[in-house]
């Protein structure tokens, strides 16, 4: 049996990259605070790798700074321990899974 596999291919799909999601749409996120502090964070040794491709072995170089605990449920946007760096395909991830956790969290 030699029949010829049929090959799918899927429309790679491409990030824009600098539209905000809606979760960035907070206040913070368009203070000079937020930029400075971001660059510092992601200027760290620990923290110049996407964490979610790192724990797949891949190293990413991270570009965004994404609050753990969401910041709409988390109440403190500027605490650093709940700080993560990520590529923007692990925040585009990320963003969704957020979403979900935050409309979960306003439901109770
Ligand atoms: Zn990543």
């Keep these: 049996m030699n029949r010829p596999k049929k090959q799918h291919t899927y ?5 824009k990259g600098y539209a905000a ?4 749409s907070r206040s913070e996120y368009h203070t000079a605070r937020w930029q400075r ?15 979610r491709c ?3 072995g891949r190293l990413t170089l ?14 403190d946007f500027w605490d650093t321990s709940n700080w993560q ?6 925040n585009d991830v990320k963003a969704a899974e ?6 979960q969290h306003k439901q109770r």
């Design 85 to 90: 760096p990520l590529c923007r395909r692990c």
């Design 62 to 75: 991270a570009k965004v700074v994404d609050h753990i605990v969401p910041a709409e449920i988390c109440g």
């Design 11 to 15: 429309p790679v799909s491409e990030s």
């Design 37 to 51: 502090m971001r660059r510092v964070f992601l200027n760290q040794p620990d923290h110049i790798y996407c964490v």
């Design 98 to 103: 957020d979403r979900a956790l935050i409309q």
């Design 54 to 56: 790192k724990a797949q």
């Design 21 to 24: 999601s809606p979760s960035q």
